[in-house]
């Protein structure tokens, strides 16, 4: 089942201390709303530094914003503790980023199962899970092998797995086709757009591809901080 996603009124700037942002240096959000249904596939488009990554975090709980509100199956994240956040990113939403982020040293499976791990399951149950998330990638003769011992196309499988093994019910995905060739990244858009149909995951796809957005069900434009639907 997926996410309900409220955000309300949100603006987010950067150079103050004021709470309310008076004197910003610079505004990356402003004003942005909107209300994404449980297993909505939505894409948020534009260019670079129109506000997409600020907004994600916002929605990965990795930021605040500066004022205004962002509710998650009727949670306000800004209300959370740490701890409280650390769990909403290890069972709730989960995060595919450009750049891969795996740890170097970690075989797929030990990379795909560590959240499992920092989550308190017993180790035979986070790499049986971890074995079962990378075969549903397509990667399962790839357990054993270091990041540098796969293509970028295959170390986003990698990525999207350890997204998936906590079976979380928002995905957030941050140009996740970005350092990827076309078929590869192809590929990696497959995975995520069947997860809504297979899973029924609510979706938050940033790109400034349009070829990346049409695989959503709804398109969100983002430029100079403000929402275009």
Wanted: aromatic share 4%; hydrophobic share 45%.
């Amino acid at each position: 089942m997926g996410a309900k996603v409220e955000v309300e009124g949100v603006r987010k700037v950067w150079g103050t201390g004021r709470p309310e942002g008076e004197g910003a240096v610079s505004e990356a959000l402003a004003g942005v709303s909107f209300t994404l249904e449980p297993g909505d596939f939505v894409a948020l488009l534009g260019p670079s530094g129109c506000g997409k990554s600020t907004l994600l975090n916002l929605l990965g709980a990795l930021d605040r914003p500066t004022s205004g509100r962002v509710l998650v199956d009727g949670r306000d994240l800004s209300l959370l503790s740490d701890t409280g956040r650390d769990l909403y990113r290890r069972r709730t939403a989960a995060t595919v980023f450009q750049f891969f982020n795996l740890l170097p040293t970690m075989t797929s499976l030990e990379n795909v199962a560590l959240p499992l791990l920092l989550d308190g399951i017993p180790l035979a149950e986070a790499d049986a899970r971890a074995g079962a998330a990378l075969a549903e990638v397509g990667l399962p003769e790839k357990t054993g092998s270091f990041p540098w011992q796969l293509s970028g196309g295959q170390m986003q499988r990698v990525a999207v797995a350890r997204a998936l093994v906590a079976r979380p019910s928002l995905l957030l995905a941050d140009e996740p086709t970005g350092n990827l060739d076309s078929r590869s990244g192809e590929r990696v858009l497959d995975l995520v757009s069947n997860l809504v149909a297979a899973r029924g995951v609510t979706i938050v796809l940033a790109t400034h591809s349009t070829e990346a957005a049409a695989r959503a069900s709804r398109v969100l434009r983002l430029r100079d901080g403000r929402l275009e639907e």
